[in-house]
């Protein structure tokens, strides 16, 4: 089992920054992926951005020059760093851990309890 703890959320106005962390405990050991997903009202949960551990790493195309995402492997923990937010960033943001062997996800998704983040124009 993994747990993911998040937070950094809140209100912001456009062009405002904010920056999302996520503290993985439990057995999260070996290889392994972290990454964000967010889900606003009335649309599916979409992935936002991710970082294996062997440094390869993705974003979403809206996201692209505005978000960064980096993990801390000795803190067990993955940020997301959110510049330029815009009302359209709006969401619950949800932290995700799945597994990996070689290129192949592995095991079950985990996934962090949400934060909710506003971006006000």
């Known amino acids: 089992q993994v747990q993911l703890v998040e937070s950094g959320g809140g209100l912001v106005q456009a062009g405002g920054s904010l920056r999302l962390s996520c503290a993985a405990s439990?057995?999260?050991?070996?290889?392994?992926?972290m990454g964000w997903y967010r889900q606003a009202p009335g649309k599916q949960r979409e992935v936002v951005a991710a970082?294996?551990?062997?440094?390869?790493?993705n974003y979403a195309d809206s996201v692209k020059g505005r978000f960064t995402i980096t993990r801390d492997y000795a803190k067990n923990t993955v940020y997301l760093q959110m510049n330029n937010l815009q009302p359209e960033d709006t969401a619950v943001y949800y932290c995700?851990?799945?597994?990996?062997?070689?290129?192949?996800?592995?095991?079950?998704?985990?996934w962090g309890q949400g934060t909710q983040v506003t971006v006000s124009s």
């Open positions: 995700n851990f799945r597994r990996m062997s070689g290129s192949l996800y592995i095991g079950p998704n985990y």
């Open positions: 439990g057995n999260s050991r070996g290889m392994n992926t």
């Open positions: 970082a294996t551990t062997n440094d390869n790493i």
